[in-house]
């Protein structure tokens, strides 16, 4: 289908879809869940297809491994289906409500955004859980998946698609665009007078070509440069298993360190144990001048370093004179994504928690909490880093707009 | 100075800006506003040389009059700035405040933007109005006026910038692009590193363009198609004054309508009292076929009026079979701005309220009341239309973000 058409339906389609009940949408949920199960051979043969394809483009190993699907993964993207059919429905809940003293009658009211947009790379599973979120908040979805995944996609998409319709429901609240060309990807993003919102999820190369060819709000999502600051004033049996936390649970996900900002006063004390750490970890350590001195493995961190999400095991370490050295240099390098703080000083803490300008900002805790199943929303569809509309983890709250409704009785001006 | 070096003054001094405590940011924002009032005659003089170009320059009546500045209207900027700083600082609200079973304790702290953007025409009293709410919200502002007001445009923001120093703030807390080559403004809207948010502020081209351009969020403000719809069971004496209102109090406003959408068994009754008020208002009408069946004085509707907004004394009739046919016209040709129904039957007046997909839905009352003010905001920076972030009148919690504080006592995972 043309792009346009596949775009006039979804405006289309929205009116309908932001009218359901939560009851027609949870069946609906629970019936995809239950369709992409019994489906499971079909999509399995479909994604062989990519496979075989990635296979033979000599795609990496790692790329591979986000590509396949089997039994226990389609399982698992169903079980994602259900837990979203268990949330809470946001549509409807008054966030405000107030009169004037005219006698008008003001509410603020939660609403669906419309059409959602999704760009995203090739990871299957997005399809499924993409759709579930912003279709438990009331939007119709139009998903753009990576071209190396689109034979799984397409398989994916129609299986939830036939669930809809079996459940009486309009199927082009799920519609993915086909056609891998990238001047379509493009197009779509130029689509503002049907797409509501566009959320990019995948590399930070993704997110920019995005962020620069939109002319639809876009949701900036992702990048994360995190810091772990170790005050003077810090426990150490804290700082130590927060920075192996945050360094190495997972290294390639947003929420993980990338930087050390350490005290003066601390580091003499405190630098050898973390060299041992990071070297039982096999974390390669790039340090300022100041901290090479008690680190004899680090080797020196240039100024690219501190500025760069390693997404390995690499971590920057940067000496500072006091906290509003380690705020300025955090403000000055990092994506505003997660920043933490160890120290027992409470004031200082209170002075990290203020100016540190990221979306999550940590008193000795690790950032890896930067999660919309840790903040307990019971789902994510992405991390922002901008401040505009939704600041760090995104659940369904995020996925939804508000209106006034305003009742009178004759008012005029 | 170069437009870099402005936006990286900027991004540099929000972090203090943000800092300031509510008693600084007043004390600054009456500073500003009497020394406007002193430094008049020196405002009036560099809006004499606007003024002049812009007669010279063949400008049409309307615009020098929004251009002209005199002691009154500068005493107008003065109040608008001291009314700002008696409205409640939105910084620091704790908007929610949670702990996880892990004794993670997160509250969602509100916090300023950082630097917002707002590009305008040829209205100088907005450089003031618009330091004034995002100096507020604790925002840094880089201004980009309209060129024909470029010589008010500077002495106001040196005046403000001067009082600034006087009260030891940095003055950078208001830039003003002083260069109006058109490249410079596209290229300050590419400067996404440095600007958090653009909010344009103007006619729909001036809109458009941003939207088109910007690699930086957007807050799209501004074009309103909103519609009146008399339904059956309508009081036609509150329909009457609420159509007048709405279409004549003042005819070049966004929340002025210019779209009657009148259902058909009420027609033949309400429609000659219709054209009676529109004719002695000097309204013409542009009716469909139905209903010029009962308006003599009415003309032919094309298309094309149905989608637009005419910001004249021109208003479009469109009659309808019933309340859903209603609200597939308004959601087919409105701009999501304000839209109004005039009924005493509750149900309609429900389905109406959550089936039209406008920032502000009415019940029996005129749609200009979308306005800041008339909400109760205390003050305005604009309406928005989009769905991101902020929908409707835009106040001073508008022109913030939110920031998640989380303070553990080590937890890791």
Chains 1, 2 share one sequence.
């Not at 947003?254 to 973390?274: G, M, Q, R, T």
């Amino acid at each position: 289908m043309e792009l346009i058409e596949i775009c006039k339906k979804a405006k289309k389609v929205k009116y309908e879809i932001q009218c359901l009940t939560t009851k027609e949408k949870n069946d609906a949920l629970l019936a995809v869940a239950d369709k992409l199960v019994a489906e499971a051979d079909s999509i399995i043969a479909a994604n062989a297809k990519d496979y075989e394809r990635g296979v033979s483009n000599g795609m990496h190993k790692g790329l591979l491994d986000r590509l396949l699907l089997d039994k226990k993964r389609i399982e698992a993207m169903a079980e994602g289906l259900r837990q979203v059919a268990a949330l809470p429905d946001p549509i409807g809940e008054v966030i405000d409500s107030f009169s004037r003293p005219n006698g008008l009658q003001i509410k603020k009211v939660r609403v669906p955004m419309g059409v959602i947009g999704i760009i995203y790379e090739a990871r299957p599973n997005v399809t499924a859980d993409a759709f579930a979120l912003t279709f438990k908040a009331g939007n119709a979805v139009v998903l753009k998946g990576g071209s190396d995944a689109i034979d799984s996609n397409i398989q994916i998409a129609n299986v939830m698609r036939a669930a809809l319709s079996e459940c009486g429901i309009n199927p082009d609240a799920i519609q993915l665009i086909e056609d891998t060309d990238r001047a379509v990807t493009t197009k779509f993003m130029q689509m503002n007078e049907y797409i509501d919102v566009l959320i990019p999820r995948g590399s930070a190369r993704l997110i920019n070509a995005v962020v620069e060819n939109s002319t639809i709000p876009v949701i900036e999502t992702g990048t994360g440069n995190c810091h772990i600051y170790v005050d003077k004033d810090a426990d150490i049996d804290k700082a130590i298993p927060i920075i192996i936390n945050a360094k190495t649970q997972r290294i390639g996900v947003c929420n993980a360190a990338e930087s050390l900002v350490v005290h003066e006063d601390i580091k003499d004390k405190f630098l050898p144990l973390f060299e041992k750490a990071m070297n039982e970890h096999n974390v390669e350590i790039r340090g300022d001048e100041e901290s090479r001195k008690l680190m004899n493995s680090a080797v020196s961190a240039t100024e690219e370093d501190f500025g760069k999400e390693f997404l390995d095991y690499i971590i920057s370490v940067k000496t500072v004179k006091n906290v509003d050295e380690a705020i300025d240099h955090i403000n000055k390098y990092n994506t505003s994504h997660s920043d933490a703080i160890v120290t027992e000083n409470e004031e200082t803490a209170k002075r990290f928690l203020e100016r540190v300008d990221s979306a999550c900002v940590y008193v000795n805790a690790s950032t890896r909490f930067t999660d919309g199943f840790e903040f307990g929303f019971g789902a994510e569809i992405g991390i922002s880093t901008q401040k505009l509309h939704a600041r760090g983890p995104m659940g369904l709250k995020e996925l939804t707009s508000y209106k006034y409704q305003i009742v009178g009785e004759g008012q005029i001006r």
